[in-house]
């Protein structure tokens, strides 16, 4: 099936799961069909999450395809469970979801330290201070469709492991909180079947896009404007224009937004061939990833 022309908007946010009300760190970029430039929504604020989800309610554009950069799961397939051991592991994602908010309730901000902290929970984590759960090993478990990443050359962590520059857990806590509250508003592809009309969620890897448009693996950050534009017109785009720095969470949602109008229309990105729906239930799927 081709979804060519199906969106009107493509939207990208570059996601933070830092403590605090305000997160410098996330981004909004939006594109339209055609090669006009995407933009950012709402350039110089300082978004919180509580921003983002109000905006996804209430303010989205009709007909949006949203990627959210954050691992909307936990890896479930290799040990037939999120928390093995756990009498309360949730059975799926969207039970998840609510378990972490339900958890959190009391934690302002959307943030999701109270279920990290959970003892059950950090049995299974590598959190700060050199704690790391008796059930976290290696380098820690992976979805399928990270397993997927690594064989085209990404490098995926963890979503249980909250430690270092590159970790991915605390985003990913904190936007299980966002998707939660979302309920029923936005179908959440492919824990949810894609609409045949209207908006959707899907999972981003900006790390995709940036390889998309040329840039070598390992060096998938941009931060100047001429990086930027470079890149942009490789995906067919036209510039952005500017000049100097920019903050590369905003050079990663501008681009991805870019990315998400061409490959959208990939049909082949909706149905990968090792995405089962028992996975798509639990653990879901990055979009983008073969």
Known sequence: MSHAGRFAHFVAIDWSGAVGARQPGIAVALATPGTGAPRLV??????????????L????????????????????????????????????????????????????????????????????????GGRKGEHFTGRGRLRVTEHAQRAQGLNPYSNLNLVGAAQVGKSSFTGMRVLHRLASALPVWPFDPL????????????????????????????????????????????????AGAIADHASDALLTAAWLRTAAADPMLWAPPALTPPIARTEGWTFGVR
């Open 42 to 55: 709402r350039p110089g604020h300082i978004w919180s999450r509580a921003d983002i989800l109000a905006w």
């Open 195 to 242: 609409p045949s009309a209207g908006s959707a969620i899907v999972e981003i890897y900006t790390s995709l896009a940036a390889i998309a448009a040329g840039r070598a693996k390992g060096r998938t950050k941009l931060r100047t404007h001429a990086e930027l534009d470079a890149a942009l017109a490789a995906l067919g785009s036209e510039p952005l224009g500017g």
């Open 57 to 128: 309610r209430q303010d989205l554009p009709s007909d949006t395809l949203v990627g959210l950069d954050l691992g909307p799961s936990l890896p479930f397939v290799d040990e037939g469970a999120f928390f093995p051991g756990w009498d309360e592991s949730p059975a799926d994602a969207r039970s998840l979801w609510a378990l972490v908010d339900a958890i959190c309730a009391d934690a302002p901000h959307l943030a999701a330290t109270s279920f990290v902290d959970h003892a059950q929970v950090a049995r299974h984590l590598r959190r700060h």
